[in-house]
């Protein structure tokens, strides 16, 4: 369609309909520029011709400032680091750890084991810990603890404070024996204890917790549950000391016979032999 315009007090056309809304998109016509075309009754501003109109609505939206969005709300401070409790964790495990083994050595002298050829037998001690890592996963799946960790307030769960399932407390404990505490073995328990503190310390997470996905928590300690521990802590180095001393120094003298002079044998070390009426 053609129009005319009135442009510095003078008619200008007729230019076509899409040169004047290319015009007022550039912004070389206003709305208030007077236009006519064929059919209108007298001249008008071009954002009162219907033909115009919606150009001039579309500039105005675009040129209307956005409304503000309100302020976002601070953004919550990054969680704080998770606690390993190293120390409580360290003492719980070799808790348990002495608790099964003066148990076991107990058990091996009530069943009138070989206890001298038990401590010589290498496959023997590398595995006599595996017995306690299966009662330790029963134990995390049906109540999340252990003695050691229950009297020391700790408890294992998932990230959500569920239970374990049996394969979940497996998992664990297949990695807690491997790469935790080494089968309990010397040397290679100390190794592992080191580098689980290592790798606590990168990961804010021990290992085998990191890589489960699993979480301690702690409670405060409590006076009572403490002094248990310490009883049966000495209570199980004892046993332990009962039964097996008497054999271990017997085992040394053979290999080194000038130490029964300078350590002489301790009557009090050892138990009863089985059958006998000492």
């Known amino acids: 369609m053609d129009i005319w315009i009135i442009r510095d007090g003078e008619k200008v056309g007729p230019i076509h309909d899409f040169e004047a809304r290319r015009s007022i998109e550039s912004g070389e016509l206003s709305a208030t520029t007077l236009a006519w075309h064929e059919g209108l009754p007298s001249w008008k501003p071009l954002a009162e011709i219907d033909l115009f109109s919606r150009e001039f609505e579309l500039i105005k939206r675009t040129s209307e400032p956005a409304e503000e969005s309100p302020p976002a709300e601070n953004p919550p401070p990054p969680p704080l680091p998770r606690q390993v409790f190293y120390l409580r964790r360290f ?87 491997f790469t935790g505490v080494g089968f309990g073995w010397e040397l290679l328990a100390v190794f592992c204890q080191a580098l689980s503190v290592f790798t606590a310390s990168r990961l804010g997470n021990t290992l085998w917790d990191h890589a489960g996905g699993h979480q301690v928590t702690a409670t405060p300690l409590v006076p009572a549950r403490m002094l248990a521990l310490i009883c049966l802590f000495v209570g199980s180095v004892i046993l332990q000391t009962l039964v097996v001393s008497p054999h271990t120094y017997r085992i040394w003298i053979r290999q080194v016979p000038a130490m029964k002079e300078m350590v002489p044998e301790n009557p009090l070390w050892q138990l009863p032999e089985r059958g006998s009426k000492r």
């Open 91 to 177: 003492c719980a495990r070799w808790l348990d750890l002495f608790l099964y083994s003066g148990l076991w050595w107990l058990g091996m002298w009530g069943a009138g084991q070989d206890i001298e050829g038990t401590l010589l037998n290498p496959w023997i001690m590398f595995l006599r810990y595996i017995p306690w890592f299966v009662i330790e996963i029963l134990l995390l799946q049906h109540f999340g603890t252990t003695p050691g960790k229950w009297l020391l307030g700790l408890r294992v769960t998932n990230q959500d404070g569920s239970l374990m399932n049996l394969a979940e407390s497996t998992q664990r404990a297949t990695r807690v024996m």
